[in-house]
Each structure stands twice: as structure tokens, then as C-alpha cells.
């Protein structure tokens, strides 16, 4: 499976929208992009996933061009609860298994 | 259950004892997951399950270590003759075993080795 990138540590302040981007410039054709989320002393969340151009839920919204590359997650108006890491992961379409994870990106938000 | 329950949440251990760890997953899920998580580090695969057999368990550390999985529903992780090394929360995730592989975690199990 093709390797993630992302920043290790992002801050935000309350009411700001936040995009956390992902490169995984080996992605197959089937591969999925997901996205979970982790609180100190919880398992991963997860949040959203998606294939290409864009996915929205009722928690982010998910934003993949066209070459597939990379990735964007869109966290908006942030509260201090969104404070916790984000993983980008890519999944295979087609098979199961385990799950690859990376080291995540620290979100921290300030009042 | 409405999601995936751990327990114990928290076991301390003396170093060479046994310990067990249960997992139990969404009702229905086919698919369980074992992973663990040192302090401030990401997720290491340790062993998968499809209905009962494990597919895949090739992130078990040692022969230390071993799972089984019994009537397609609840897993048990041992671990003999634990080390201080094996400190670490101890995840285990379900999933309904179809494409696209969205997996469900539970709260884990919080292991400490004195």
C-alpha cells in the first residue's frame, strides 16, 4: 500500500477551519483515502472516506483531485474538542486486513 | 453491543506472569483486529481474524504472544511470561468484512508490566 505523508503537528484556534493534506503519490487504483481520529486514552475514530473529488459528512469534509496524490481533510469551525490526532491512511478497495498507520498529525486548538 | 468493548480497561502485571486480554466485537462484524500502541506512537498490527480462522498473524512479536477467536464473536489476546517491553495499550478493532475495510476500535486495554 502506498505511503502517507502528513505533518506531524498543526495548531488552530476555536471557529477556524482547519485542512490537514496528505501525500500518497503511490496510490493504486483501488485504493480508498479514510481518515481517522484519536483522543488521548481512546481508539481511533473513524471520520470519512473517499475515493476522488470530494466527500462531505456531518464531521469534515474530504478533498481529492484528480491525480489522486494527495489528499486534504477539511475540519471546519474547530473547537477546542476537535483538539487530537488525525491519521491518513490508505486502503485497499478490495481486500481486507490490517491497517496501516502512520504516526498521525497532532491538531491542537487554542480558545 | 453499539460498539466494540475491551476488557479489562486497565491490567498491571508483574514481569513473567500471564495475562488475557477480551475483545468483543460489533454484533455481526465477521472481521476482528488486534493492534497495540506504545506510549506516543502509531499503531502496530498484530493479528487479524476472519470469522474464526486468522488470516493474517504476522504481527504477533513473539511466541509469547497469541489470540484466538471463538464462535465468530469474542477474541482473547495472551500474552505468557510477560516482558516490560509489552507495555502498551492493547486495541482491538471490528469491521462487517466487506470492501473498503472501515474498522471499528474499541477503548483498549491500558497493560502496564512492573
Known amino acids: 500500500l502506498a505511503k502517507t505523508t502528513q505533518p506531524i503537528s498543526m495548531d488552530s484556534y476555536e471557529g477556524q477551519e482547519v485542512n490537514i493534506t496528505c501525500s500518497h503519490n503511490n496510490i493504486a487504483t483501488n485504493d480508498y483515502i479514510t481518515w481517522y481520529q484519536q483522543f488521548p486514552s481512546q481508539g481511533p475514530r473513524f471520520i470519512i472516506q473517499?475515493?476522488?473529488t470530494k466527500v462531505t459528512n456531518e464531521v469534515a469534509s474530504l478533498f481529492i483531485p484528480a491525480d489522486r496524490k494527495s489528499s486534504t481533510l477539511s475540519l471546519p469551525r474547530v473547537s477546542l474538542s476537535d483538539t487530537a490526532v488525525y491519521y491518513c491512511?490508505?486502503?485497499?478497495?478490495?481486500?481486507?486486513?490490517?491497517?496501516?498507520f502512520g504516526r498521525g498529525t497532532q491538531l491542537t486548538v487554542w480558545p | 453491543g453499539a460498539g466494540v468493548s475491551q476488557s479489562p480497561s486497565n491490567k498491571v502485571t508483574e514481569k513473567g506472569k500471564d495475562v488475557e486480554l477480551r475483545c468483543d466485537p460489533i454484533?455481526?462484524?465477521?472481521?476482528l483486529y488486534w493492534y497495540r500502541q506504545s506510549l506516543g506512537q502509531g499503531l502496530e498490527f498484530l493479528i487479524y481474524f476472519q470469522g474464526n480462522s486468522a488470516p493474517d498473524k504476522s504481527g504477533l512479536p513473539s511466541d509469547r504472544f497469541s489470540a484466538e477467536r471463538t464462535g465468530g464473536s469474542v477474541s482473547t489476546l495472551t500474552i505468557q511470561r510477560t516482558q516490560q517491553e509489552d507495555s502498551a495499550v492493547y486495541l482491538c478493532a471490528s469491521s462487517l468484512g466487506q470492501a473498503k475495510n472501515i474498522q471499528y476500535f474499541g477503548a483498549g486495554t491500558r497493560l502496564s508490566v512492573l
Open positions: 491512511l490508505v486502503t485497499r478497495g478490495s481486500t481486507l486486513g490490517r491497517l496501516y
Open positions: 454484533s455481526g462484524h465477521t472481521a
Open positions: 473517499g475515493y476522488k
